[in-house]
């Protein structure tokens, strides 16, 4: 279903930009969710320094930070959690924008796949802090005895990633219930 408001100018000309906007948007998430993983398989292919860069910064670890064979891999299971869900957050915009693009703006729809990224978005924030410390072991584990280590760390990042996703989720919701209401309106004209 797709909302149809009273055709004026003004009103067609906005509702064109946003499936102009969207149309673009939709090919630039979809093209970032195909790069993410695919710029990753090539630093890893390619320039495996690059991985072990990338590894230490997506975990914040010291440029010190010993990577074993063992290290590294399982720093890369860990590191990869993130980015498996950006990629997923990628994808639902790629159909929210989809579906913008085709004139499904005020739809229930709409508003479940932004609840759906507000949900990843909130969850990403105490998940990293989770992920960090459990990073922190297993980049110590190389280390002798008594010098191995755990490190907690909540940043501001955490916590306006957490009030970004229960902002989308609000959003989310106040969008289905918008498209509820103005479905029902729709009916008593």
Do not use: C, Y
Not at 19 to 43: F, I, K, Q
Not at 44 to 54: I, K, M, R, T, V
Not at 88 to 107: C, I, N, P, Y
């Amino acid at each position: 279903m797709t909302f149809n408001p009273p055709a004026t100018e003004a009103t067609n000309s906005r509702l064109q930009r946003i499936r102009r906007v969207s149309r673009a948007m939709a090919w630039v998430t979809l093209a970032g969710a195909l790069l993410v993983p695919a710029t990753l398989m090539a630093v890893a292919a390619f320039e495996p320094s690059g991985l072990d860069d990338w590894l230490r910064s997506s975990v914040d670890a010291s440029g010190s930070a010993v990577l074993t064979p063992a290290t590294r891999i399982a720093t890369l299971a860990i590191a990869s959690i993130p980015v498996i869900l950006a990629v997923a957050v990628l994808m639902l915009l790629h159909k929210l924008f989809l579906g913008f693009s085709k004139g499904a703006v005020l739809v229930p729809a709409s508003g479940r796949i932004l609840r759906h990224i507000g949900l990843i978005i909130a969850i990403l924030a105490p998940l990293e802090i989770v992920l960090r410390a459990a990073a922190s072991v297993v980049l110590s584990l190389p280390n002798p005895p008594g010098e191995r280590e755990l490190a907690i760390g909540i940043g501001s990042s955490d916590l306006t990633t957490l009030i970004a996703g229960m902002l989308l989720i609000v959003l989310g919701w106040t969008l289905e219930e918008a498209a509820s209401v103005a479905d029902e309106n729709s009916r008593f004209v």
